[in-house]
Nanobody, 124 residues
């Protein structure tokens, strides 16, 4: 069982940066694949980024590749999403998620545990 608490969202201007954090509880955090998803108003939840438990594999949505970086600190049981060059279309509620699978999935159904979400708003 993993409990996730996301934080770090806010209101920023286009071109700015934000770093989201997701603190996880549970002694087996380092065995979970961690991911970030987002959901904009009126749209379905979409994949943003994911990272394997040993940090050797990361995956990104094409829309954020080159701008966002996912990382994790297993000692601190925290996963991060560094977001640079933010655009208005990045505005959404961002969710962190955990998966016990061996596959770094990009679909919501790949993940068993979800945080509460943190709002990111990018103004033009």
């Amino acid at each position: 069982q993993v409990q996730l608490v996301a934080s770090g969202g806010g209101l920023v201007q286009a071109g700015s940066s934000l770093r989201l954090s997701c603190a996880a509880s549970g002694r087996t955090f380092n065995k979970y694949i961690m991911g970030w998803f987002r959901q904009a108003p009126g749209k379905e939840r979409e994949f943003v980024a994911a990272i394997s438990w040993n940090v050797d594999l990361t995956r990104y949505a094409d829309s954020v590749k080159g701008r966002f970086t996912i990382s994790r600190d297993n000692a601190e049981t925290t996963v991060y999403l560094q977001m640079n060059s933010l655009k208005p279309e990045d505005t959404a509620v961002y969710y962190c998620a955990a998966s016990p699978s061996l596959v770094v999935g990009v679909y919501s159904y790949n993940y068993n545990y979800w945080g509460q979400g943190t709002q990111v708003t990018v103004s033009s």
